[in-house]
């Protein structure tokens, strides 16, 4: 059998990295291509692959695109996972969004550029974030769902436009996975102010990085059908990597032996919304086709974590006696760091970003000080579970999906408080237009619309103007209103959070 050429970006990050050990463990079945920045840390990192024959090694740069076609050329599977990500791109957002977007152009124009562009399979890694913050009651998502980025995100800005450049591309194969958090070792010991931005009852569907390395091995693989292309899916390990972000938390600190976080952290130091994270109402879909999961219980895999950390943190537990003193030291500067600290923006009162994360200051100084007055919520975990409510997206999914017609395209636009300005539709992979409620006409594929959830390319998201978007857009209201306050005289709140509604006005 003829080996396939797999090209691979990102291949010296947490993902990327595991993807081409699954790869190179496959070598016989794939000759692999490496795009990487050329620095000594990662020429150290690939020494003992460089005179591999089955390795080709380009040294170069994502944003140019000499670069990105020597890589792609010769490919029949094109994996990028590159680009910047967080915490870097918190710091440096301007260079985020250059840099993955102009990523994306490269490797379509690229793949444009063979001798024939049909046959070679695009596979793009999508975010979690570019859906933001679904706590309960939303928080079981699926793909199609409303993009809603959260505020400051600019990473997700990136990874949303990027994504509709893959859609839009009129590639023949193309696939979004958005992955999700990622399970890996060093993860035991990041200690950046971003871990207070996530609310304590707020959930994640985590995947591990063996998972997903993985899963860009097996996506290459001939048993994948053609249905699996030119759509967008969520990377989960599953059920049992279902946390709210307290029980994350319990179980990584635990596995150090520091004990709880009741012990290190008090409950305002952490945000109450404006943080990504969904558990997947549809992520055994992924699983069907590809076949990644492990299915380790997830306290065996932390403590399988624990082992692959320098021997320091294995000392951890050492710390346990003085976590009182750890709390109001360490930790509680890393929560007053200038700038990023949840501490620091209610000390200097930072009226944007306490708005954006709490809702206010005034919100802020509501919350319990002690954990012993702070309600923990845990929803139940399993996919048939009574409480599972999944997002109506406007238009008739038990039709196969090929089979829309223009009045399907009609009825979406309206429930997004838009109109369809298309009098007829080629196939749902070609753009129509469309007009969206603010009155801004653009062109986009069925696709997108529908299975990506994307919208108005030109309210993407600026200015992050959620309360007057949910006044105008029923099918985004669904994602607002539940952690929003809710506005008595909008119709919209009243009509399609009909389930909700009484559970919300008591939240608010």
Not at 424 to 430: F, G, P, S
Not at 479 to 499: K, Q
Request: contains cysteine; negative net charge; proline residues 5%.
């Amino acid at each position: 059998m003829q080996k396939k050429t797999v090209a691979l970006t990102g291949a010296s990050g947490t993902m990327g990295f595991q993807g081409f050990l699954e790869l190179y463990k496959r070598k016989q079945e794939f000759n692999i291509v490496l795009l990487v920045r050329d620095s000594n840390k990662n020429r150290k990192k690939f020494a003992q692959y460089i005179n591999d024959p089955a390795i080709r090694f380009v040294w170069g740069d994502l944003e140019k695109y000499e670069d990105v076609l020597e890589m792609v050329s010769g490919a029949d599977y094109v994996l990028h996972v590159g680009g910047m990500v967080s915490p870097a791109a918190d710091y440096y957002p301007m260079k985020t969004q250059k840099t993955n977007i102009e990523a994306a152009r490269n490797i379509v124009r690229a793949v444009k550029a063979q001798p024939d562009p049909d046959s070679v399979k695009v596979v793009y890694i999508g975010t979690v974030a570019e859906t933001g913050d679904r706590n309960p009651p939303i928080h079981w998502g699926r793909t199609g769902d409303p993009i809603k980025i959260s505020i400051y995100d600019h990473y997700a800005i990136s990874k949303v436009k990027a994504e509709a450049i893959f859609a839009e591309s009129g590639l023949k194969y193309w696939v979004s996975l958005r992955q999700s958090g990622i399970l890996y070792p060093a993860i035991l010991k990041n200690m950046e102010p971003i871990m207070y931005h996530v609310p304590m009852n707020g959930v994640l569907e985590w995947s591990t990085v063996e998972d997903s390395g993985r899963l860009l091995a097996n996506v290459c693989g001939d048993d994948i059908q053609e249905e699996f292309w030119r759509r967008f899916y969520n990377i989960g390990s599953g059920e049992e990597y279902r946390l709210t972000n307290y029980e994350f938390e319990e179980i990584l600190l635990g596995t150090l032996g520091l004990g709880s976080p009741k012990q290190l952290f008090a409950p305002h130091w952490f945000t109450t919304r404006n943080f990504h994270g969904q558990w997947y109402y549809d992520g055994d879909l992924l699983e069907k086709y590809c076949h990644f999961r492990a299915n380790i219980p997830v306290k065996e895999y932390f403590k399988n974590m624990m082992n692959q950390v320098e021997p320091f943190y294995k000392l951890a537990f050492l710390a346990r006696p003085y976590a009182p003193i750890l709390k109001n030291t360490w930790m509680r500067r890393i929560a007053k760091v200038e700038n990023y600290g949840t501490l620091w923006w209610a000390e200097q009162n930072v009226s944007e970003r306490m708005s954006a994360y709490y809702g206010s200051l005034e919100e802020f100084n509501k919350i319990p000080r002690t954990w012993r007055d702070f309600e923990l919520v845990i929803p139940s975990k399993k996919v048939t579970s009574e409480e599972v409510r999944i997002l109506d997206h406007g238009y008739d999914e038990t039709k196969e999906f090929e089979s829309l017609t223009i009045e399907d395209l009609k009825k979406a636009a309206e429930f997004r408080g838009g109109t369809c300005l298309a009098e007829e539709i080629t196939d749902v992979y070609t753009p129509v237009r469309w007009r969206s409620a603010r009155g801004n006409e653009f062109e986009m594929s069925p696709n997108l619309v529908l299975r990506g959830g994307h919208w108005c390319p030109e309210e993407l998201p600026w200015p992050w103007d959620y309360d007057t978007e949910a006044k105008i857009n029923p099918f985004f209201a669904q994602v607002w209103y539940p952690l929003h306050r809710v506005d008595e005289h909008n119709v919209y709140g009243a009509e399609i959070f009909d389930g909700f509604r009484e559970k919300v006005v008591d939240d608010v």
